[in-house]
């Protein structure tokens, strides 16, 4: 049986925390701005310190899975 837990998790986190997608963290004009398609060298690494943190909880300390087979 593979476990497909981690791989989703990934998945999901790095679509959602694309920075500018869906929010950016600092953006360019605020604090918080909301789907402006636009990144700053910055914001790659807010959002990349946030997707480390949430796979680490996630995958770690509640350790999902989802096997397939």
Known sequence: ???WGPVLV???LFV?????LLFQIPGRNRVVEFGNMQTS????LVHTLIY???I?????????????G
């Not at 959602?16 to 500018?20: D, E, F, R």
């Not at 060298?41 to 790659?44: G, K, L, V």
């Not at 909880?57 to 899975?65: E, S, T």
């Open 52 to 54: 480390f943190g949430l």
């Open 1 to 3: 049986m593979a476990d």
């Open 16 to 20: 959602l925390l694309t920075p500018g």
């Open 56 to 68: 680490t909880i996630f995958l770690i300390a509640i350790g999902v899975h989802i096997y397939a």
């Open 10 to 12: 990934a998945m999901v």
């Open 41 to 44: 060298a910055s914001s790659i």
